[in-house]
């Protein structure tokens, strides 16, 4: 069963990632929040999704690596939900949600699946296959699966891309509804999505990492608030200096 961890408690991450021996984040400290969601915001190529997979333990590709230190002396369970929903097609919504467990050799409880498929507002399709769904209800699925798995912290590698905008606002919305207390960990490049989920938020800059400002409202923030639209400007203009320092 995943924790509540007291606010004022945070996992630190730090240390360097390379690319084919040549620095991509350099020297980086990092402090995940616990019970809050943390953003990663930045643009392509400056090792945020490969930052994720570390903290994970999911292998790399062989042209990257890392000295990265993760001080987890609680000894905290991550989950991942990655770009895309990877559910397997030959299964259905229910027997995806619970895969990780059946390859763990893990009890299954079919009820406690069954609940939380129902809370995503999938009910009807518990024995559908992937084909037959929508990219909105493939993410659902994803989202009922990941609370399944019960992890103490959930990495989010950019959960939202493949998704139109109308779909894309009502999944982040019932996903926010249903971690709110959870502690998440997300990258994105979206600096309206950023802004949005946000209890904390980061920018890759001249590869290292560091906070930004946010509005004082709690999320989820209104997009059309004025002061999130400067901190929106805000961040477009630490990505343009991003680029300029790499071109």
């Not at 009807?124 to 992890?151: C, F, H, N, W």
């Not at 990258?187 to 209890?199: K, R, W, Y």
Request: charged share 25%; hydrophobic share 35%.
């Amino acid at each position: 069963m995943s924790k509540i961890i007291k606010k004022n408690k945070s996992l630190n991450i730090n240390g360097s990632i390379y690319l084919n021996n040549k620095e991509l984040l350099n020297n980086i400290n990092l402090d995940i929040t616990l019970n809050k969601w943390n953003t990663l915001v930045g643009r392509s190529g400056t090792g945020k999704s490969t930052l994720l997979k570390i903290i994970a333990n999911i292998n790399i590709p062989k042209n990257f690596t890392n000295k990265i230190n993760i001080n987890n002396k609680y000894n905290y369970g991550f989950s991942l939900m990655a770009q895309d929903d990877l559910l397997l097609p030959w299964l259905t919504v229910l027997e995806n949600v619970v895969l990780g467990h059946r390859l763990r050799r893990e009890k299954v409880d079919l009820k406690k699946a069954t609940k939380l498929i129902k809370k995503v507002n999938l009910g009807q399709a518990l024995y559908s296959m992937p084909s037959t769904l929508s990219g909105g209800m493939r993410q659902r699925v994803a989202i009922a699966r990941t609370l399944y798995e019960d992890k103490d912290i959930i990495l989010m590698d950019e959960p939202f891309r493949s998704l139109d905008s109308i779909t894309k606002l009502k999944i982040q919305n019932l996903t926010y509804s249903l971690l709110k207390n959870k502690t998440i960990f997300m990258v994105t490049h979206d600096p309206i999505e950023a802004l949005t989920l946000s209890n904390n938020l980061y920018i890759t800059s001249n590869k290292g990492i560091k906070e930004l400002d946010l509005p004082s409202s709690s999320p989820i923030r209104q997009i059309n608030d004025k002061i999130l639209n400067k901190n929106y400007h805000k961040i477009l203009n630490e990505l343009e200096i991003g680029y300029n320092e790499n071109e």
